[in-house]
């Protein structure tokens, strides 16, 4: 077992986690998109770490420099923000996430990184925050559904600003706004499948495209849907529930 900087050459082999996504879903349509991403905003957006079992990667982090993390928190430089973390089922409780854990830590310590920050869940299946208790990580701040948590590796504490989400839909109809953000394949399939619903409902609503960038995410303080300027939903979710957050919308909207 190894881990190793991800690089160009390894585009093939990114998202290891979407070969154990469920056959009833269709996230892994969005796997080469996610890595059409990465391949473009790899060293600028986002960096990477692979976990290989020989020639296969079974595990990954990636992250990027707080400078350009698309996150909505505006944090001092040199600090790395973790997207995500996923390791093969047959790979886990085996110690293999605090290898990984354990050589970012020492990697980025050795480029003079003051500390790692991650956005953590409540969620156990998706980036638990108990999981990072274990690995030394603390909670800075509270961010629903996210606690906002730190390694320190050269510095003790760093400034963290929240960007509060701060959406101003339109008055006139019901508004679904949509943020290109295809760093993970989920996020991509997502981002398609809403849009699908929400050209269902006609005239009734309006659609915004925007692109996930800095300026975005710290503008408005999300990249996640947002139904009529509010987070109605987190994550993957079924057409169903978010058929429902549009049509719910639509209903307050008619009242006035």
């Given at each position: 077992?190894?881990?190793?900087?991800?690089?160009?050459?390894?585009?093939?082999?990114?998202?290891?986690?979407?070969?154990?996504?469920?056959?009833?879903?269709?996230?892994?349509?969005?796997?080469?998109?996610?890595?059409?991403?990465?391949?473009?905003?790899?060293?600028?957006?986002?960096?990477?770490?692979?976990?290989?079992?020989?020639?296969?990667?079974?595990?990954?982090?990636?992250?990027?420099?707080?400078?350009?993390?698309?996150?909505?928190?505006?944090?001092?430089?040199?600090?790395?923000?973790?997207?995500?973390?996923?390791?093969?089922?047959?790979?886990?409780?085996?110690?293999?996430?605090?290898?990984?854990?354990?050589?970012?830590?020492?990697?980025?310590?050795?480029?003079?990184?003051?500390?790692?920050?991650?956005?953590?869940?409540?969620?156990?299946?998706?980036?638990?925050?108990?999981?990072?208790?274990?690995?030394?990580?603390?909670?800075?701040?509270?961010?629903?559904?996210?606690?906002?948590?730190?390694?320190?590796?050269?510095?003790?504490?760093?400034?963290?600003?929240?960007?509060?989400?701060?959406?101003?839909?339109?008055?006139?109809?019901?508004?679904?706004?949509?943020?290109?953000n295809f760093m993970?394949?989920?996020?991509?399939?997502?981002?398609?499948?809403i849009r699908r619903?929400?050209?269902?409902?006609?005239?009734?609503?309006?659609?915004?495209?925007?692109?996930?960038?800095?300026?975005?995410?710290?503008?408005?303080?999300?990249?996640?849907?947002?139904?009529?300027?509010k987070m109605k939903?987190?994550?993957?979710?079924?057409?169903?529930?978010?058929?429902?957050?549009?049509?719910?919308?639509?209903?307050?909207?008619?009242?006035?």
């Amino acid at each position: 077992m190894q881990v190793k900087r991800t690089t160009l050459k390894d585009l093939g082999t990114t998202y290891c986690c979407a070969e154990e996504f469920p056959p009833s879903v269709g996230w892994a349509e969005c796997l080469p998109e996610s890595r059409e991403w990465f391949k473009t905003n790899l060293g600028r957006h986002i960096e990477g770490y692979h976990l290989l079992d020989g020639d296969k990667v079974v595990g990954l982090i990636y992250w990027a420099k707080s400078e350009k993390a698309l996150l909505p928190y505006e944090i001092e430089p040199k600090v790395a923000c973790i997207y995500c973390t996923e390791l093969l089922q047959d790979y886990k409780h085996k110690g293999h996430g605090k290898m990984m854990l354990d050589y970012m830590k020492n990697d980025l310590k050795k480029q003079g990184f003051k500390g790692i920050l991650v956005p953590a869940t409540d969620l156990d299946v998706y980036m638990s925050y108990k999981d990072f208790l274990k690995q030394g990580f603390q909670t800075i701040k509270e961010h629903p559904p996210f606690k906002v948590m730190y390694y320190p590796l050269t510095k003790e504490n760093i400034a963290v600003k929240i960007v509060g989400l701060d959406y101003k839909p339109a008055t006139n109809k019901v508004e679904v706004t949509l943020f290109r953000n295809f760093m993970c394949p989920v996020g991509a399939y997502m981002y398609h499948m809403i849009r699908r619903v929400a050209e269902s409902f006609g005239d009734k609503i309006k659609i915004v495209e925007l692109d996930a960038t800095l300026e975005t995410v710290r503008r408005y303080g999300t990249t996640e849907p947002l139904v009529n300027g509010k987070m109605k939903f987190f994550g993957p979710v079924s057409e169903k529930t978010a058929k429902n957050a549009i049509q719910e919308e639509i209903e307050q909207f008619r009242k006035g």
